[in-house]
Each structure stands twice: as structure tokens, then as C-alpha cells.
């Protein structure tokens, strides 16, 4: 019954370990572009044009209420029905990063609607440009409280990774299956991997709430 | 650790207090609030407790309720003890189920009124005695009726209280409390939050309730003037301690006590 | 005039080959829509129960309580679903616990939204002011009732709008049980695409009723539950 064989659990350890590497990675470029394309759902959403701001605000509700899982097939398979051929780590970090850059956006859309309307108008009696007004002005003011929500999604994404095994991208959890899969055993490689996600995601939680207070007080603001 | 068997398991005799503090300490870390404190009130008695801010006197009326534990001494109400429980002869902490007992006997109202929003007026009254003192619904539904149209609120019965003005809501909190049927009713600061206009609505029904009941009442107010009317006895605290008390004329009228002085005088100035 | 009729006759010609695969697939369609339907519901209640258990247990003096919901709900959260499920689903048949993957799929689901939910609890039920606890203390309420009767009602309202959100939460990760064979909409979608490689019409359909769901049925209900309660509770 409970039948753990270390001597296995050492041997499949090295491949487990090179799989975490690709998973950091997969979350580390999905984050990333999550980070940059959520900023600009954000701000296409404040746009003056009724139409732009509805179109985005639907795009984004839709990307936020469907399955990950689900938007990861449709872009792998639905590229090829065209003729355009992607990869699964292509393929992958699109849909992760879309998926979070819904996200994002939305904590975004929050940490600006929390920067007060004075801002704004000392930035118009000022006279400065709206892309001056924003990163100068405003996306800084906007930043503190979006990072405790930024900070969650990072560890998400990290936990969400597993989702590309489907598609069969290398990560952590798609080692696990191949080595479950071709020794019959799959005690160790699936114990160590959900390991390995909490020794990861636990203490990513609590310095991502370290850093936050360490950026308050930095900024002054508490 | 203090020598609890200098404390009696009962208090016997001819002229039993309703409410007795002996010696009573109580501290935050290194912050005392109450030091040694030793008061006495007889039955049926209007004790008002009046004193600048972090004198110790509305942990005085909590501490009654229970809602603050106790450092050093014990509190006796009728008699019996309310803090401490007997054990093997001798007095020690009571548990939470002997608490739970003994605070039945005492009612409170608070500053910020507490009605439970979820709730109308007639059910906030009905609550306790159906859910604790075990009344039938009935039963409880007629008491409750009586108790509202003492405080005048008959007509806002079956309204909740986001639709009842402060004054309004802190009737119906009285009326709350005296469902319960309390020997000891406790009033901490129930005016300070209320707009001028409305505070007479709820000193009159204090008033009421002094003239037509023999309820042993102990109140913190920073209104002197209502305190000097109803009260039988005024205590002045003064970090952690009773400062000067007595009768309302005397201690209003010609106070000993220099920090006394200092206090009414700094009151008056206020108003 | 030529490249319009030609676009006109492009549309019409995807406009009815969709609808064409969609008479074609629709049973399979909704066949994995009520799967998808009763996996949402059969989680949700695990995952309420879990949530209420684990957040009244978090707030316990006891140490012992409060250390097993704590290690619950941080295991549960830091690990991730996909994770969960395969190890429910492939390990603990070697403890000697073997569910039928219909089970383990809401089990797992269940379990790992509960344990975020508790959070909510937590915060919902401190969220409810202090002299509440007070008045209900002053009546002589026994703890149970007192959370009962006076706490709980007034937490219920704070934590409806997050909850609405976890619900989402909860529909998409329904999806995941298909990943372990359980016949839902996500499973029947990979089934079409797989027989007809139209794989923009077969996930695009699902991701459509996924939408829909989340939309129309979900946010709106959760939206109602919120009007009535703050009705109950006297704030309309």
C-alpha cells in the first residue's frame, strides 16, 4: 500500500528537476507577456471611442470566464486549421499570456480607478500629454495597489503551468506523466511534483507580500 | 499570583449589594486602567461614572458585562460571584459556561447601539429571550411588544434598523436589553453618539425607567446635567480610580477633590 | 460588385457549415453540458461545505483546529488543480481509496476551491462589526447561536461578491476533470475535434457555452442572491 521507494524517487529526481526549470520558464514568459498585454487591455478600455472600450471590456469578460484549459487547445489546434503551425511552447505562451493579461488587466483597471480624479486634473492644468499623464503621473500612483494582485497571479500562472502538458509542452507535470507512464509508478513522480509546487508557491506567496509592504513603505504610502 | 481565599465564596449579611467590586485590578501589559478598585452598589441604586478619557470608567461597565477579564480581586453581583467560580473552596477564574450564567443577571447598552441589522426591532427584542431564556415565541412577542411601547417605538416595530435614526435605534436597544429582564441594567455612553436633537428621547426613557422601576443601573455619560438629575450617586474616576463620589448636589454643587474641580470645570467651559 | 457576392457567398458558405456541424455535434454538445452542469453544482456544494468548515475552523482559539484547516487549505492552494486531480485520481487508489472518475473529478474540484472559499469565510465573518459580537454577548447568546443567528448572516452578505467570482473560478475548473476522462463539455469538444478537425468550430463552440454559462447563468444568479440577502438583511 503506501509503497514509497526512495531509491526511485532519487532516480527520476534529476529529469523532475531540469522539468521545473522549463515550468519557471514557461511562467516566467507567459507572465511576462500577460504583464505588458494586460496593461494595454487595460488602457484600450479608457479609450474616448464608446465602441473600442465595449469590444475590449467583452474580449477581455470572455478570456476571463472560459477554461484555460480550453483556450490552450483552441490555439494550439486552431492554428493549423489555417495553415499556421505552432509550436506547443508557442502555442502555450500565447494562451497563458492572453488568459493573464485578462487578469492583469483587471487589476490594473483597479489600481487606476483607485488613483484620485485630482491627479488627473492637476495633470490637464498642467497641460501634459496623456502619454506623459499616464507614465509619469499615474501608472506610478496606480502600481502599489496592484501589486499584492499582481503578485497572486504570478504565483497562478506558476500553477497553471501543468495545463500546457496537454499540449504536450515538457514541463513538470507532463515529466511526471512520461515517467509514471513508462515505469508504472506514479506515487513518487506525482508526490514530488505536488511537492515541488509548494516548496515553490508558498514562499513565492510570502515574499510577493514582503516586497508589497517593502514598495509601500518605499513609496511612503502605508 | 494573589491569596484568593481572602474573598469570601458568598456574600452574606443583612445589606448584600447588587453589585460589588473587591479589589479589582485590571491591566493592559503595562498599562493599569483600574487599580484596586473597590465599589459598592445597593440594589435598585443609579450609579453614574463620569471622568476624563482613560480614567478607567467604561472599563468599569465592561468588565460588569464581562466583556473585559479581570486582573486581580473579584466582582460580586447578588451576592454571588461573577468573575470567579468556587473550586474545591476557593475562589478561581470562572469558565466560560459559568460566565455565560452568571452575566445573564446583567444587561447592556452600548454607544454605538448594536442592533442586529439582519433583523426588525421586534425581532432584535425577541432574540435573547427565545434563543437564550427559552420563552416561547409568544410569550417573548408580548414582552417585547410591552417593552417597545415603553420606549415609545411601537409604530417602528417591524422596521429594520437601517431605517430607524440613532435616537430610534437606541430605544429599541434599551428595549433590547430590558427583555432580558436584567437586575443589573449597564448604559455605557449611550448619547455620545447621537445628534443633540435626539438625545432627549433617550434620556427620557432612562428617565423612565428610574422613576417607574427598581432597577440597579450604572451609567457613563458625559452628559452632567441628566447626570445630576437622576443619579443617586456620582463616582468621579481618575486614572484607575475613584477620585470622589457622592451624592449628585455635593459632588456637583461642592466638589472636594481639586481634580474634581478641575474636570466639572473644563465640562462646563465645554458646554 | 464580384468580390462582394464572393465574400457573401464565403460567409454564407462558413455561416451554414457551421450550422451544419452544429446539428451535426449538437447532442454531443449537450450531452457534455449537463456533465459540465453537474460537476459545477456537485463542486460548488463540496467546495461551500469545505469553505464553511475550514474558515469557522480557522478562526478557532484552538490550535489543533486552526492547524488543520490552515495546513488544508494551504496545501490545497498551493499545489495545482491538474496536480491534484491526477494524484486523487492515479495515487490514492494505492492507499486503497479507488473513486470512479466521475467523483474523484468533483472531489478534487470541490476540495480546491473550498480551501480559497475559506478565505473568504475568514474574511467575511471578521468583516462583520466588533459590537455585534458584543450585543450578542450581552444577551448571554451561546457561541453556536451567536454565529449562527447574528455573525453568519452578516458575513453571507459581505463575501456574496467574491463568491461570485470564485463560482466562475469553480466552472472553469470543471474543465480540467476531462483531462481524466470524465465525459464534459471540454471532453466532448476534444472528441469532436478529433473526429472532425474542425477544431475552430469544436472549441469554439465550447468556449461559447462555457461563456454563456459563466454570463448568463452564473453572475446573474450570484447577482440575485446578493439582492435578496441584502433585502433580508434590511439594506435594500
Known sequence: MFDWRWDFAFEILPRLLQATLNTLAAAGIGYGIAVVLGLVFALAQRTPSRFVTLVVRECVEFIRSTPLVLQIFFVFFVGPQFGIRLSPWVAGMIAIGLHYSAYLSEVYRGGLEAVPKGQWEACTALNLSTTKTYFRVIIPQALPPSLAGMGNYLVGIFKDTPMLSVIGVAELMQAANAIGGSNYRYLEPYTMVGITFLAISLPAAGLIKVFEAWVRKKLGMN | ME??????????????????????????????VLDDLNLDVSEGEMVT?????????????????????????VIYVDGKPLTHMEKNGVLVPADAKYLRRARSSIGMCFQHFN????????????????????????????????????????????????????????????????????????????????????????????????????????????????????????????????????????????????????????????? | MQPILQ????????????????????????????MTATQFFLSAILAIMCALTAGLMKL???????????????????????????????????????????????????????????????????????????????????????????????????????????????????????????????????????????????????????????????????????????????RA
Open chain 2, 3 to 32: 491569596d484568593m481565599s481572602q474573598y469570601p465564596l458568598e456574600l452574606t449579611g443583612p445589606e448584600v449589594p447588587m453589585v460589588r467590586f473587591m479589589n479589582v485590578t485590571k491591566s493592559y501589559g503595562t498599562l493599569t
Open chain 2, 115 to 271: 442592533l442586529f441589522p439582519h433583523m426588525t426591532a421586534i425581532q432584535n427584542c425577541m432574540e435573547g429571550p427565545v434563543q437564550v431564556l427559552g420563552l416561547p415565541k409568544a410569550e417573548a412577542r408580548e414582552r417585547s411588544e410591552e417593552l417597545l411601547s415603553m420606549v415609545g417605538m411601537t409604530d417602528k416595530k417591524d422596521q429594520h434598523p437601517s431605517r430607524l435614526s440613532g435616537g430610534q435605534q437606541q430605544r429599541v436597544a434599551i428595549a433590547r436589553a430590558l427583555a432580558m429582564r436584567p437586575k443589573v441594567m449597564l448604559f455605557d455612553e449611550v448619547t455620545s453618539a447621537l445628534d443633540p436633537e435626539v438625545i432627549g428621547e433617550v434620556t427620557g426613557v432612562i428617565r423612565k425607567l428610574v422613576a417607574e422601576h427598581n432597577l440597579t443601573m450604572l451609567m457613563v455619560t458625559h452628559q452632567m446635567g441628566f447626570a445630576r438629575d437622576i443619579s443617586d450617586r456620582v463616582c468621579f474616576f481618575y486614572q484607575g480610580k475613584i477620585e470622589e463620589q457622592g451624592a449628585p448636589e455635593s459632588l456637583f454643587g461642592n466638589p472636594q477633590r481639586e481634580r474634581t474641580q478641575q474636570f466639572l470645570s473644563a465640562v462646563k467651559a465645554a458646554d
Open chain 3, 60 to 234: 478557532s482559539s484552538n490550535r489543533m483546529i486552526k492547524g488543520t484547516a490552515l495546513v488544508y487549505t494551504e496545501i490545497f492552494r498551493g499545489t495545482s488543480l491538474l496536480v491534484q486531480l491526477y494524484w486523487i485520481f492515479f495515487v490514492l487508489p494505492l492507499f486503497g481509496l479507488t473513486l470512479d472518475k466521475f467523483y474523484v473529478g468533483f472531489v478534487a474540484v470541490g476540495l480546491n476551491l473550498g480551501a480559497y472559499g475559506s478565505e473568504l469565510v475568514r474574511g467575511g465573518i471578521q468583516s462583520v462589526p466588533k459590537g455585534q459580537w458584543e450585543a450578542a454577548y450581552a444577551i448571554s447568546m451561546s457561541p453556536a447561536k451567536r454565529m449562527y443567528r447574528i455573525i453568519l448572516p452578516q458575513a453571507l452578505l459581505n463575501m456574496l461578491p467574491p463568491w461570485g467570482n470564485l463560482m466562475i473560478e469553480l466552472l472553469k475548473a470543471t474543465a480540467l476533470v476531462s483531462l481524466i476522462s470524465v465525459t464534459d463539455l471540454m471532453f466532448e469538444a476534444k472528441q469532436i475535434n478529433g473526429s472532425t478537425f474542425l477544431s475552430a468550430q469544436a472549441f469554439g463552440t465550447a468556449l461559447i457555452i462555457y461563456y454563456i454559462f459563466a454570463r448568463l447563468v452564473v453572475t446573474p444568479f450570484m447577482r440575485w442572491l446578493e439582492r435578496v440577502m441584502a433585502r433580508k438583511i434590511g
Open chain 2, 49 to 73: 461614572v463620569i471622568g476624563p478619557s482613560g480614567s478607567g470608567k467604561t472599563t468599569v461597565l465592561r468588565m460588569l458585562m464581562t466583556l473585559e477579564t479581570i486582573n486581580g480581586g
Open chain 3, 7 to 34: 465574400l457573401y457567398e464565403y460567409w454564407n458558405d462558413i455561416h451554414m457549415s457551421y450550422l451544419d456541424f452544429l446539428s451535426e455535434q449538437g447532442p454531443r454538445f449537450i450531452d457534455g453540458t449537463i
